[in-house]
């Protein structure tokens, strides 16, 4: 079992960066992979980026290929998101997301462990 704890968020102005964190606890996060999602108001929760169990591959939505960047630091049990040239359109609460196993995929139901979730908001 693993518990994750995210980190980072804030409010910015369109065109600004922010890097999201997720710490996780457990002795076997190298054997989780993991992922990003978000969550606006009114919208469904949807998967930003994914990452294997070793950071070799990862996933990105369509709507921020380019724009951001999931990595991960197995020896640190951290998970992290580098967003960069931020739209409003990216304001939502984000949450990190695992499960055991080289690769869990890109729908909420593939994971079974989520962080509280942490703020952005980006304003025009």
């Known amino acids: 079992q693993v518990q994750l704890v995210e980190s980072g968020g804030g409010s910015v102005q369109a065109g600004d960066s922010l890097r999201l964190s997720c710490a996780a606890s457990g002795r076997t996060f190298s054997a989780y992979a993991a992922a990003w999602f978000r969550q606006a108001p009114g919208l469904e929760r949807e998967v930003v980026a994914s990452?294997?169990?070793?950071?070799?591959?990862?996933y990105y939505a369509d709507s921020v290929k380019g724009r951001f960047t999931i990595s991960r630091d197995n020896a640190k049990k951290t998970i992290f998101l580098e967003m960069s040239r931020l739209i409003p359109e990216d304001t939502a609460v984000y949450y990190c997301?695992?499960?055991?196993?080289?690769?869990?995929?890109?729908?909420?139901?593939?994971?079974?462990?989520w962080g509280q979730g942490t703020q952005v908001t980006v304003s025009s």
């Open positions: 997301a695992a499960d055991m196993g080289v690769y869990a995929g890109s729908r909420s139901r593939d994971y079974r462990y």
């Open positions: 990452i294997t169990s070793s950071g070799s591959s990862s």
